[in-house]
């Protein structure tokens, strides 16, 4: 018997091994296997009875570390169509799928535990379980405790082997759904499974409708997953679900240290957590007794994976709930053009949510800016007077840094980033920032082409408004949310104090947009909305409309009605005459795609070619042969990103057959890859809506 492996490897492909038992089927445990001189881990995923290989060359598994597979068979068969789906390797997926220590030979293979507090423990049995870093395995338990203690905690359950068991679930009183929420999750009860578009405005309860959700789940013994696009929401939602839940969610994201992640992924893989809250990366999480997914704000591009292979975890949700026969719920305020066409199609099952629980909606003012005004001067005492009621105020601004463009009066030069093009950045430090590519430059104060003027500094970003602000109300706080000023998760934690904190002007990016449920902030003012009514990117509108209505959907979330203020000089634009009647807005966005024959009346994918400049010269006058039914677009010249020294290619196919342009796709690689020089690289993106 052969068995393929994923394990790390060059060629990201999976490998084949002989198996060392004649009889036990080996799919999704775990087996140390000879690699070269040394021994290496990975993961049994698929078994034949013969091989094409030179069977004499075909080294032997060495011993199976798990005694109950640690991926299920459906997880394998969900990994394996995702492969297919976007032309990933599976070795690839898996090896994503699972936390590093679980591959790590360093880490001693034998039973692993992970440490759970429960009533009834003393307080040396839980000064031993802190003291402990689980998961843990069992060699180290009894290097670290004393045998005695390791026996107890584990003969209590205190220390959970990786086994799995249904924990009971304390029933808890939620608050009463309002009739409209009520209808909505009656209907999602009766027409589940499958996919279903909860489309509610903002601070409609989206949430409590997922929390009777998941109640009723967990009384069918079942596990939940909830997505949040970005980790800053997991503190937020974490919190309500264990408040009227009464459980202990676990939290699956890339901030987390590693051991701590294995511990999670673990409790959430063998059916100790009930509820698992994470980013995308959640979602290849063989979670044991799956039966609801959530994906809350599914417009959010922060489900979009791009490296080190691209996926989309809200359709891979899609997927994987297909295979397992559950429900998914897309939630979001805006939801995305794709979702709803499928929407309208009766693909998915469409709720909506018409209005604000105990709210009423924010009203919209848009106010007109002279071009060198940062805040309009009649606004400046509407804020004043917000916070002297003790209420916060959000000036958002969608850029991060100083200023935004130094440019010399005299020759028009412009302060571009030397890898890509883009304009620095200045930042607050003096030194000018490539937020396309991370790289920071020394600033410049004089023109350094014409040497005649100094560089003028336009637009702003979010710390001039910072500063802008604390000259105007010295006496209230100031609180700058970006990624600059704090990492995501301390954004969460730090939004979630402002409920009991003074009244506090908040300045921030798109950080402070989705799902953020911040009491006492009913005043709003949009600094510049201007930057994407211009986009060269097709979905720039639909981006916006997104952007400005999460944004919106902050303020007045309690009795207090919320205003917001949209400081802009075009105040024509169709966006904001429809800004305010959602279905208007979506048949003028859907109208144009159509019209333009873009997504998602097309199905589109790209390709990049990356490599140095020299060698990829003839991509230029390169003419890719054409395939039936698709549209073929490059290889065209494009953003590079951090090497200097590199360029980018992008090759951009449509169809309006998704197996068209999948077969395509895979056809233009295969015709590429012989064809370029080793020090290339070629990725690709199905279904990906880069802008040209
Ligand atoms: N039935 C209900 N009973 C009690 N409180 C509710 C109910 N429905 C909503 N709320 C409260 O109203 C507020 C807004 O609800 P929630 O945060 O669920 O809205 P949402 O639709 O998720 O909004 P957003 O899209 O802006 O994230 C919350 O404080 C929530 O607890
Ligand atoms: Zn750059």
């Avoid at 009777?212 to 974490?238: F, G, N």
């Avoid at 020394?442 to 560089?455: K, N, V, Y």
């Avoid at 966006?575 to 959602?582: S, V, Y």
């Amino acid at each position: 018997m052969y068995l393929q492996i994923a394990i790390k490897n060059f060629s990201q492909q999976t490998l084949t091994y002989r198996s060392h038992m004649a009889t036990q089927n080996l799919i999704g445990y775990r087996v140390i296997v000879p690699f070269g001189k040394t021994e290496k881990i990975g993961l049994v995923v698929g078994t034949e009875p013969n091989t094409s290989l030179d069977a004499d060359k075909i080294k032997r598994v060495l011993k199976t570390l798990d005694q109950s597979p640690l991926v299920l068979l459906e997880h394998l068969q969900f990994l394996t169509r995702l492969s297919q789906y976007y032309k990933v390797s599976l070795n690839q997926l898996v090896l994503a799928a699972l936390p590093s220590t679980l591959l790590d030979p360093e880490y001693p293979c034998d039973q692993i535990y992970y440490g759970r507090h429960h009533p009834g423990q003393t307080a040396a049995q839980i000064k031993a379980l802190n003291a402990l870093e689980t998961p843990i395995t069992f060699t180290d338990l009894q290097l670290v405790l004393r045998p005695s203690m390791a026996q107890t905690l584990i003969q209590q359950g205190s220390l959970m082997p990786c086994k799995g068991e249904k924990k009971p679930v304390t029933h808890t009183e939620l608050p009463t759904l309002t009739d409209a929420q009520k209808s909505v999750f009656d209907a999602i009860q009766q027409q589940a499974p499958g996919p279903h578009l909860l489309w509610g405005i903002t601070g409609s309860g989206k949430t409590e409708v997922y929390i009777h959700l998941i109640q009723e789940a967990l009384k069918r013994h079942k596990q939940c997953l909830i997505m949040v696009p970005e980790i800053a929401l997991t503190p937020q939602i974490h919190q309500k679900i264990a408040q009227r839940l009464a459980l202990d969610p676990v939290s699956l994201h890339s901030l987390q240290p590693p051991r701590k992640r294995t511990s999670y992924w673990m409790k959430a893989r063998h059916g100790d957590a009930h509820v698992v809250i994470g980013t995308r990366s959640a979602l290849l999480c063989p979670i044991d007794r799956l039966g609801l997914i959530i994906v809350d704000e599914e417009h959010s591009d922060a489900y979009r994976q791009e490296t080190p292979f691209f996926f989309s975890a809200r359709d891979a949700a899609i997927l994987k709930a297909a295979i397992l026969n559950i429900p998914v719920i897309l939630g979001s305020a805006t939801p995305s053009l794709e979702t709803l066409h499928n929407a309208q199609q009766n693909r998915y099952h469409l709720h909506e949510l018409l209005c604000r629980y105990n709210a009423s909606k924010p009203s919209i003012s848009l106010v007109t800016v002279e071009k060198d005004q940062y805040i309009a001067n009649r606004l400046i005492p509407i804020v004043t007077q917000a916070l002297a009621n003790d209420t916060h105020v959000m000036l958002y601004i969608g850029k991060r840094g100083y200023s935004r463009l130094l440019r010399c009066h005299h020759c028009g030069y412009q302060a571009c980033c030397p890898a890509c093009e883009r304009p620095l950045i200045k930042h607050q430090t003096g030194r000018m920032h490539c937020h396309n590519c991370d790289s920071s430059h020394p600033s410049i104060t004089d023109c350094p082409s014409c040497q005649q003027a100094e560089l003028s500094q336009y637009g702003a970003g979010s710390q001039k408004i910072v500063e802008i602000a604390e000259a105007l109300w010295p006496n209230h706080p100031t609180l700058r949310v970006d990624t600059d000023a704090m990492n995501k998760l301390d954004a969460g934690n730090v939004l979630q104090s402002l409920n009991t904190a003074p009244a506090t002007i908040i300045v921030g990016t798109q950080m402070l947009t989705k799902g953020h449920d911040i009491e006492r902030l009913n005043t709003v003012i949009v600094v510049s909305a201007d930057h994407m009514l211009f986009s060269p990117d097709f979905r720039g509108e639909e981006k916006l409309y997104a952007e400005l209505t999460q944004v919106i959907g902050r303020s007045g979330r309690r009795q207090t009605p919320g205003v917001t203020y949209i400081q802009t000089q075009h105040s024509k634009h169709p966006l904001f005459e429809h800004l305010n009647h959602r279905k208007t807005m979506y048949d003028y966005l859907l109208h144009k795609r159509q019209e333009f024959m873009l997504p998602p009346y097309q199905y589109m994918a790209c390709i990049f070619i990356h490599g140095p400049e020299a060698k990829l010269k003839y991509l230029n006058h390169m003419r890719l042969s054409q395939y039936d039914l698709c549209q073929i677009i490059g290889p065209v010249p494009y953003p590079a990103g951090k090497k200097k020294t590199h360029v980018c290619y992008k090759v951009m196919i449509s169809s309006e057959c998704r197996t068209a342009r999948g077969q395509c796709y895979l056809q233009i690689l295969k015709a590429l890859s012989p064809q370029l020089p080793k020090t290339a690289t070629l990725t690709g993106q199905i279904d990906s809506h880069l802008s040209p």
